[in-house]
Nanobody, 125 residues
Framework: QVQLVESGGGLVQDGGSLRLSCAAS????????MGWFRQAPGKEREFVAG????????YYADFVKGRFSISRDNAKKTVYLQMNSPKPEDTAVYYC??????????????????WGQGTQVTVSS
């Protein structure tokens, strides 16, 4: 079992910055994949970024490349999503997720078995 708790969401201005955190507890292994997804009202959940817990591979959705970055702190068992220059269209509930098989980062939500409760990010124009 893996438990995930997100934090750091809130209101941010267009062009500002925000850092989301995802604290993991329970069983965590270096080959696990940690992902960030988001869901805006009326839209499907979509992949944002992912990282192999060991740090070996990182993958971003095209719409955040160059603006967001994912990282992890092994000692704190925490994954971060640094959001730079967010736009109003980035407004969504952001979820942290964990995939426990195949150390391959991908955007298939159904392959991530564990999810956090989500944290709201609102970007004002």
């Amino acid at each position: 079992q893996v438990q995930l708790v997100e934090s750091g969401g809130g209101l941010v201005q267009d062009g500002g910055s925000l850092r989301l955190s995802c604290a993991a507890s329970g069983r965590t292994f270096s080959n696990y994949v940690m992902g960030w997804f988001r869901q805006a009202p009326g839209k499907e959940r979509e992949f944002v970024a992912g990282i192999v817990w060991s740090g070996g591979a990182i993958y971003y959705a095209d719409f955040v490349k160059g603006r967001f970055s994912i990282s992890r702190d092994n000692a704190k068992k925490t994954v971060y999503l640094q959001m730079n220059s967010p736009k109003p269209e980035d407004t969504a509930v952001y979820y942290c997720a964990c995939k426990t098989f195949q150390s391959i980062v991908n955007n298939r939500a159904q392959e991530y078995a564990y999810w956090g409760q989500g944290t709201q990010v609102t970007v004002s124009s």
